[in-house]
């Protein structure tokens, strides 16, 4: 999948999200801050993740639009457009270990 930095929006990242993990259950998939993000229940939920590499199922909850910022076009977290479409674009997945 390749996904355009231009004009991004929480939908079209919450439907990209949904479209590489559908076919990789028991998987998450790592973003550019450190966290996780990963399907369950039909539902795309983002967590921290340990040093040894797990899902902090603690600290799980559905993404959310809050943290969109709409201006720039990426989550508020990232430094760009660019660096929120990277995960997706280059996803690298690993065990949720639930």
């Not at 930095?5 to 028991?26: E, I």
């Not at 973003?31 to 799980?60: C, H, K, P, R, W």
């Not at 990277?86 to 639930?98: C, E, Q, T």
């Given at each position: 999948?390749?996904l355009s930095?231009k004009k991004?929006t929480?939908?079209t990242?919450?439907?990209?999200y949904?479209?590489?993990?559908?076919?990789?259950?028991?998987?998450?998939l790592?973003?550019?801050d450190?966290?996780?993000?990963?399907?369950?229940n039909?539902?795309?939920?983002?967590a921290t993740?340990s040093?040894a590499?797990?899902v902090?199922?603690v600290?799980?909850?559905?993404i959310?639009?809050l943290?969109?910022?709409v201006?720039?076009?990426?989550w508020e977290c990232?430094?760009?457009?660019?660096?929120s479409?990277?995960?997706?674009?280059?996803?690298?997945?690993f065990?949720?270990?639930?």
């Amino acid at each position: 999948m390749t996904l355009s930095p231009k004009k991004l929006t929480f939908d079209t990242m919450h439907a990209s999200y949904s479209a590489v993990l559908q076919d990789q259950p028991g998987k998450a998939l790592s973003l550019s801050d450190g966290s996780a993000v990963f399907l369950e229940n039909g539902e795309i939920y983002t967590a921290t993740v340990s040093q040894a590499g797990q899902v902090e199922m603690v600290t799980a909850g559905c993404i959310s639009p809050l943290a969109w910022d709409v201006k720039r076009g990426c989550w508020e977290c990232d430094d760009s457009p660019e660096m929120s479409v990277s995960p997706v674009n280059a996803p690298v997945f690993f065990d949720i270990h639930l």
